[in-house]
């Protein structure tokens, strides 16, 4: 089986078993509710690999690593419809033929969603592509000397620094590095662009990572519960342009544990400038 949450919905489960089938489980936190998603034209395969994009909740890739089938689909719609996207790693159109297995797959989104890139782990080695376009999808090879054909069973990239890093069958772990995100947003757009925070929901600490195309002269940090308080207000100085994270211990000011709830947690920025974003504490 495979199964994965989208930072962007943390709770919202994507899960595929054996026989094609694949579930979405939403509300997990309140009252789970099981969904078929299986699309009919989805292979009778086994499903090796749900992967969501963090940075969008509706948009995943399913693989399956049965030979013959195509073994790669896309939704953009959380999984109301489903679209092959093998294209070029099958030898014929409806995917008999001697195509490679898919074992993993990888969204590496930006935060404006205009230079998102999609990896596949196979039987062949590793495989990439910036434009979904169905079954006409080109997948290009990725250190065709260095990773070369060796099987790649599993793959994880964090866009706060761009690293990606895959692991092979009997030839050891690779990284590289992509494009930290976010890519190509214009500094009129915006001041402030935040990640999902991680993880969440968040049961000892939850990461952020804050992206400011330019430099800022001061900066905070406010939390703040649903019922509009305060509970934590801290300054974080000046801050250089780019990446930079911060980690909250799930502490107020007072210095003990906030209570579970939902709570909302702003980072402003000297020029009025603000992004926001939701955390679960359980």
Same mark, same amino acid.
């Given at each position: 089986?495979?199964?994965?949450?989208s930072?962007?919905a943390?709770?919202?489960l994507? *899960?595929?078993?054996?026989?094609?089938?694949?579930?979405?489980?939403?509300?997990?936190w309140? =009252?789970?509710?099981?969904?078929?998603?299986?699309?009919?034209?989805?292979p009778?395969? *086994?499903v090796s690999?749900?992967?969501?994009?963090?940075?969008?909740?509706?948009?995943?890739?399913?693989?399956y690593?049965? *030979?013959?089938?195509?073994?790669?689909?896309h939704t953009?719609?959380?999984?109301?419809?489903?679209?092959?996207?093998?294209?070029? /790693?099958?030898?014929?159109?409806?995917g008999?033929?001697?195509g490679?297995?898919?074992?993993?797959?990888?969204i590496y989104?930006?935060?404006n969603?205009?230079?998102?890139?999609y990896?596949?782990?196979?039987?062949?080695?590793?495989?990439?592509?910036?434009?979904?376009?169905g079954? =006409?999808?080109?997948w290009?090879?990725?250190?065709?000397?260095?990773?070369?054909?060796?099987?790649?069973?599993?793959?994880?990239?964090?866009?706060?620094?761009?690293?990606?890093?895959?692991?092979?069958?009997?030839?050891?772990?690779?990284?590289?590095? /992509?494009?930290?995100?976010?890519?190509?947003?214009?500094?009129?757009?915006?001041?402030?662009?935040?990640?999902?925070?991680?993880?969440?929901?968040?049961?000892?600490?939850v990461?952020?990572?804050?992206?400011?195309?330019?430099?800022?002269?001061?900066?905070?940090?406010?939390?703040?519960?649903l019922?509009?308080?305060?509970?934590?207000?801290?300054?974080?100085?000046?801050?250089?342009?780019g990446?930079?994270?911060?980690r909250?211990?799930?502490k107020?000011?007072?210095?003990?544990?906030v209570p579970?709830?939902?709570y909302?947690?702003?980072f402003?920025g000297?020029?009025?400038s603000?992004?926001?974003?939701?955390?679960?504490?359980?």
């Amino acid at each position: 089986s495979a199964l994965d949450i989208s930072l962007a919905a943390p709770d919202v489960l994507f *899960y595929g078993i054996t026989g094609k089938r694949v579930y979405r489980c939403d509300s997990l936190w309140t =009252n789970p509710t099981k969904t078929d998603i299986t699309a009919t034209e989805l292979p009778a395969a *086994y499903v090796s690999c749900l992967a969501p994009n963090d940075l969008n909740a509706d948009e995943w890739l399913l693989t399956y690593s049965n *030979y013959g089938v195509k073994s790669v689909w896309h939704t953009s719609d959380g999984g109301s419809t489903w679209t092959s996207v093998s294209g070029n /790693l099958e030898q014929n159109p409806d995917g008999s033929g001697n195509g490679p297995a898919v074992f993993w797959g990888l969204i590496y989104p930006t935060f404006n969603g205009t230079a998102d890139r999609y990896f596949v782990g196979t039987s062949t080695g590793l495989y990439s592509t910036d434009l979904l376009d169905g079954d =006409n999808t080109i997948w290009e090879q990725e250190g065709a000397t260095s990773i070369g054909n060796i099987p790649v069973n599993m793959m994880t990239a964090r866009n706060s620094d761009g690293t990606i890093a895959i692991a092979t069958h009997g030839n050891g772990v690779y990284s590289s590095n /992509l494009p930290a995100a976010p890519i190509g947003i214009a500094d009129p757009e915006g001041v402030l662009a935040l990640s999902p925070p991680w993880p969440n929901p968040a049961t000892d600490h939850v990461t952020f990572t804050l992206y400011t195309p330019t430099a800022l002269r001061t900066h905070e940090v406010r939390v703040v519960d649903l019922g509009g308080r305060t509970v934590l207000r801290r300054s974080l100085g000046g801050l250089p342009r780019g990446n930079s994270t911060w980690r909250w211990d799930l502490k107020g000011d007072g210095g003990a544990r906030v209570p579970a709830g939902t709570y909302l947690v702003v980072f402003s920025g000297a020029d009025g400038s603000r992004v926001q974003a939701r955390v679960i504490v359980p």
